[in-house]
């Protein structure tokens, strides 16, 4: 379902468009592989035909799909076999078909040693490179879109490959913007780190990142605190009501432990995350999220519509996940982030009270030891 104030329904409309990659594995070999398939509106042609990807013989397929519009729904013959959400209740911007048993070969070649996971390395400021699990990183609905991007040409849409991009030097680049791409792209940009990539089939001789990469990575190395899916995502939410069967089909799609009690998807320890990571590490690296202008690309806003850097696109970014998951009324704490808008809605700057964040240490500090407890008790039952 789109938003009808958002444009037209068409792919080429940024704020309505749909993406979709499928990552492939080789189970004989622990090879992995991505592929993004092109959508386009319906009835319209591709500028350039999609590559035709070759599998290998028992190949196993998960296929994810983003929607930068508002309710994602799947129909078909093959919808069935995928997950759009709950009976009655879609998830919104996310869906996927056959992730489970893409994770479960995956575990498999893990464990079997045909598949090792890259080190997520150190980043510019010191600290671990973020993670799709980090807390700097996520927000109220982590792990809902994809790094997907295509091409907007003159003669229509097509698959971002060097071919097409030498075809039509004018192209603009489409993208599915949230935490997969904030991290794959602006924020190990930003911090000198390198997502995990793996071969693109549409594109012989260049690697990609993809989702099922960045969760199998922040599932084997994110360090305490571990950001999961949590209770008060409105994603998982049922007519506005927590639901832990909706919680656990989402989760299943992105590879994160199953919700067996209401405080292994605690929504006010996830404030409390957010509290204990981000507005400090916001703090101590502005200096690499402002622009620059001996480096041109340092500091772009992920969303110029949204925000006018970096920097300022986190700020608005967790003031508007603190407010939707009701952390405030939760913690009993008041958002440390003000910002500042201009007459487009764009948030111009933000100031983050460094006397607030400490008063917070406090409070946080006294909560860490159950928090790290839940913690612990909530990922050890991660998925197989």
Not at 239 to 253: F, I, M
């Amino acid at each position: 379902m789109s938003n009808p104030a958002a444009g037209p329904c068409q792919e080429s409309n940024p704020d309505q468009a749909a993406f979709v990659q499928a990552t492939v594995i080789d189970p004989a070999t622990g090879a992995i592989s991505n592929y993004s398939p092109l959508v386009v509106d319906q009835g319209a042609r591709p500028a350039a035909a999609d590559v035709t990807p070759q599998l290998p013989a028992g190949a196993v397929v998960g296929i994810w799909f983003g929607y930068n519009g508002g309710n994602l729904t799947l129909g078909g013959a093959g919808a069935r076999s995928c997950v759009n959400g709950t009976r009655g209740s879609v998830f919104g911007q996310f869906a996927y078909c056959n992730a489970p048993a893409f994770f479960k070969a995956a575990h498999r070649a893990l464990r079997r040693d045909l598949l090792a996971i890259p080190p997520i390395g150190t980043a510019t400021d010191g600290r671990p490179c973020p993670t799709v699990r980090d807390f700097f990183a996520v927000d109220q609905d982590q792990s809902d879109n994809l790094p997907t991007s295509y091409l907007m040409t003159s003669a229509g849409m097509a698959q971002r490959t060097q071919a097409n991009l030498s075809s039509y030097p004018d192209a603009l680049t489409l993208g599915n913007p949230s935490d997969n791409r904030l991290v794959d792209v602006a924020l190990d940009g930003a911090l000198g780190c390198t997502p995990w990539k793996a071969a693109d089939l549409a594109d012989p001789g260049q690697v990609i990142p993809a989702l099922p990469l960045n969760e199998l990575q922040a599932r084997a190395r994110q360090g305490f605190p571990v950001a999961l899916v949590p209770a008060g995502d409105p994603m998982v939410l049922n007519n506005g009501s927590r639901d832990l069967v909706k919680v656990n089909a989402y989760r299943r799609g992105v590879d994160q432990p199953p919700v067996a009690w209401s405080f292994q998807a605690d929504t006010a320890r996830y404030c409390r995350n957010m509290l204990r990571v981000a507005p400090a590490r916001m703090m101590q690296d502005k200096s690499l999220l402002m622009p620059d202008a001996t480096h041109p690309t340092r500091g772009l806003s992920p969303d110029p519509g949204a925000a006018d850097s970096q920097f300022t696109f986190l700020a608005q970014r967790f003031v508007a996940s603190y407010d939707n998951l009701g952390c405030a009324d939760l913690l009993r704490v008041p958002d440390p982030i003000s910002l500042t808008t201009n007459g487009d809605g764009i948030t111009t700057a933000a100031t983050i009270n460094p006397n607030a964040v400490w008063r917070t240490r406090d409070f946080l500090s006294r909560c860490e030891r159950q928090d790290r407890s839940q913690d612990s008790a909530s990922t050890a039952t991660d998925t197989e």
